[in-house]
């Protein structure tokens, strides 16, 4: 069995994630799919989707450090929209993300959530997910 479903985002800044796992944990839930996995999809080019910590709020704070220090919003870009970082970042943390599903429920580890992470805000932005498995 395939379901299909989306989240919608509003993001407030430039660069953040937000904790997409209730929504995705109550989706799940709806689709009475017991076992097989969801892929978390974001249908934008300059936004990815993670699984990280989500105990200590430094996670999200250093995640966004490296990707500035790896690839800095100024520098010397061609794409003159001024979001040539944005796409580099979310190509480098990806665009999407498989969370296994046991029982009817999202299996993650302890520390564990689902990030939708944001480049180039603020936005509206939509995640697709993909749920596969067997009642």
């Given at each position: 069995m ?14 953040q994630w ?13 689709t ?20 990280n ?13 490296i ?57 509206n932005?939509?995640?697709?997910l ?6």
């Amino acid at each position: 069995m395939i379901k299909h479903s989306e989240i919608n985002i509003n993001t407030f800044k430039r660069c953040q994630w937000i904790d997409i796992t209730p929504q995705i944990m109550h989706i799940v839930s709806e689709t009475n799919i017991k076992n097989g996995f969801c892929i978390a999809a974001s249908l934008h080019t300059t936004a990815g989707i993670t699984i990280n910590e989500n105990a200590d709020p430094d996670v999200e704070r250093d995640f966004f450090n490296i990707l500035e220090n790896l690839v800095p919003k100024l520098n010397s870009y061609y794409h003159t929209e001024g979001n040539s970082d944005s796409h580099a970042k979310a190509s480098l943390v990806g665009f999407s993300t498989y969370i296994p599903i046991k029982n009817g429920k999202i299996i993650l580890g302890t520390w564990q959530s689902v990030y939708f992470c944001e480049f180039d805000g603020p936005r509206n932005r939509k995640i697709s997910l993909t749920i596969l498995g067997e009642n």
